[in-house]
């Protein structure tokens, strides 16, 4: 079974940062995709970043030039680095892996923006 752990959400003013982390339990060489998702309050749940094996990182347009999702493979982690961030990205930020048609998510952490 993998586990994937979040971390790294909180409250921030508008135009602040945060850095979202997500450990894997296992290399994440294994999966063939990960990303960050993420659902807001009444709003159904949506992709933020994915990258893809072999392929560059894939954003939503509403993240776009304000997100970057990398991997440190040592470390069998993924981030989610977000600048300029805006009340309407308040929601709670899912990390995803997949393999062969397997999906697994983290528990999910809190992301506040507000003033």
């Known amino acids: 079974q993998v586990q994937l752990v979040e971390s790294g959400g909180g409250l921030v003013q508008p135009g602040g940062s945060l850095r979202l982390s997500c450990a894997a339990s296992?290399?994440?060489?294994?999966?063939?995709?990960m990303g960050w998702y993420r659902q807001a309050p009444g709003k159904q749940r949506e992709l933020v970043a994915l990258i893809t094996s072999g392929d560059r990182p894939n954003y939503a347009d509403s993240v776009k030039g304000r997100f970057t999702v990398s991997t440190d493979n040592a470390k069998n982690t993924v981030y989610l680095q977000m600048n300029s961030l805006r009340p309407d990205d308040t929601a709670v930020y899912y990390c995803?892996?997949?393999?062969?048609?397997?999906?697994?998510w983290g528990q999910g952490t809190q992301v506040t923006v507000s003033s």
């Open positions: 995803n892996a997949g393999q062969m048609g397997a999906y697994f």
């Open positions: 296992r290399s994440i060489f294994s999966f063939n995709r």
